[in-house]
């Protein structure tokens, strides 16, 4: 579960979908379905943040002349609209 996690985080921006495929194919994992995956990842947080906490303090370790900038800028991502204000052109047809 965890590393299925790591990888999705790595290698798939997050992708949990796309990593359980990957583990499965190449690595063998049984694969579960997308509900119990995510049960089980999210009774696995605790264990996931300490981790995530202990691999930043042995970074922070190894490399104490590294600087890291956290950017709190807020941006825009995308606009509420109603899709009746876009006009004819966008109306979905049905068959």
Same mark, same amino acid.
């Given at each position: 579960? /965890? =590393?299925?996690? +790591?990888? $999705?985080?790595?290698?798939?921006? !997050?992708?949990?979908?796309?990593?359980? *495929?990957?583990? %499965?194919?190449?690595?063998?994992?049984?694969?579960?379905?997308?509900?119990?995956?995510?049960?089980?990842?999210?009774? /696995? =947080?605790?264990? +996931?943040? $300490?981790?995530?906490?202990?691999? !930043?303090?042995?970074?922070?370790?190894? *490399?104490?002349? %590294?600087?890291?900038?956290?950017?709190?800028?807020?941006?825009?991502?995308?606009?509420?609209?109603?899709?009746?204000? /876009?006009?004819?052109?966008?109306?979905?047809?049905?068959?």
């Amino acid at each position: 579960m /965890l =590393t299925t996690a +790591l990888v $999705a985080a790595r290698f798939f921006g !997050g992708n949990l979908v796309v990593a359980k *495929h990957y583990m %499965a194919q190449h690595w063998g994992q049984n694969r579960l379905d997308k509900s119990g995956f995510t049960r089980r990842l999210h009774a /696995l =947080t605790d264990t +996931l943040l $300490a981790l995530f906490a202990l691999v !930043g303090e042995v970074l922070k370790h190894l *490399h104490p002349e %590294a600087r890291y900038v956290l950017d709190s800028f807020p941006v825009a991502v995308c606009h509420k609209m109603r899709v009746k204000h /876009l006009g004819r052109a966008f109306h979905v047809v049905s068959y």
